[in-house]
């Protein structure tokens, strides 16, 4: 007994280890709540319409709120390439976005 209880306790913590394997149904889950952020984004910054610098903040904080929820995951490297892109997409119509992604960038 005294030798099986290190090891059950071994077995145990490394069962553990390794994080969540994501589903199919919840990468897909989660791509769809990235693609209707982004959807939003290029309407708001692509349409006929002045894009609203307010509007495009409060998106801009929930696609951090959504890599934050996600980052285990996607991988640093992942939320990385994701809030980069965002960034450089988001350039030309509100710094203000820029800077927030930036900031969560630094964060990684």
């Avoid at 913590?13 to 889950?29: I, N, P, Y």
């Avoid at 495009?56 to 980069?84: F, P, Q």
């Amino acid at each position: 007994m005294k030798r099986t209880l290190p090891l059950l306790v071994v077995a145990l913590v490394a069962a553990g280890c390794g994080g969540h394997k994501q589903s199919k149904a919840e990468r897909a889950a989660m791509n769809a709540e990235f693609a209707g952020i982004d959807y939003k984004i290029s309407n708001w910054t692509m349409g006929p319409f002045y894009a609203d610098q307010n509007g495009l903040e409060r998106l801009t904080r929930r696609y951090v709120k959504t890599t934050r929820k996600y980052a285990g995951d996607l991988g640093d490297n992942e939320v990385k390439r994701r809030l980069a892109t965002e960034a450089e997409q988001l350039a030309p119509w509100c710094p203000t976005c820029v800077d927030i992604l930036r900031k969560e960038l630094a964060s990684y």
